[in-house]
């Protein structure tokens, strides 16, 4: 028999539910629940779980300020390529790109359709008709794909969860911003030993 004091490794993930699933175990159901706008859920408990309604983020975007590039252009280094636009954050523009092409590309802005890979501008002489990249990067390097912070109806805010100061941000950044059932403030349990 192993030696309970020893403690398996666990996710930050996996310890949230097992420490949630032990403190509300023994707290009473959540009966006196309201149904409140997303706006009112500060200082209030979740009495159902939030999942996101879409992905987070919703597109692949770039991680860094730099260069959108095929990765297959990058085979021979420096590389000089043609810089045919640019895609600020918070654009939907998708330049065309092909062969011997890239997009300069700012942090949070999304992939150009033809790219699978950013290269920080750190790594360039930062041109602006034409640019030479120094150094090689793997492929998809530098990019956030669509879904990889939250996916779509499996990313949750689990039930007993305070409304603190990030809940409802938090809710608001997955897509939730309709009505969710809460327990008045004041009225939430916890435990203090």
């Not at 310890?15 to 629940?33: H, I, R, S």
């Not at 689990?158 to 990030?166: E, K, N, P």
């Not at 997955?174 to 009505?179: K, L, M």
């Amino acid at each position: 028999m192993s030696d309970p004091t020893q403690r398996v490794l666990l996710t930050v993930e996996e310890y949230l539910d097992e420490l949630l699933t032990t403190l509300l175990a023994g707290a009473a159901a959540l009966d006196d629940v309201e149904d409140v706008p997303l706006a009112q859920a500060l200082g209030r408990v979740l009495a159902l779980p939030v999942h996101a309604a879409g992905d987070v983020p919703a597109f692949a975007n770039s991680a860094m300020d730099g260069y959108a590039v095929l990765h297959d252009d990058l085979a021979s280094l420096p590389a000089t390529l043609r810089v045919v636009g640019a895609v600020p954050a918070g654009s939907s523009e998708d330049p065309a790109m092909g062969l011997g092409e890239c997009v300069r590309i700012m942090t949070g802005a999304p992939l150009p359709s033809g790219a699978d890979t950013v290269v920080p501008v750190e790594v360039t002489d930062g041109g602006t008709s034409t640019v030479t990249i120094t150094e090689a990067r793997t492929p998809g390097q530098h990019v956030r794909g669509a879904g990889e912070d939250v996916r779509a109806r499996r990313g949750r805010r689990r039930r007993g969860r305070d409304g603190h100061r990030s809940g409802p941000g938090v809710a608001g950044r997955r897509g939730r911003r309709d009505r969710h059932r809460a327990a008045p403030p004041g009225r939430r349990r916890r435990s203090h030993g």
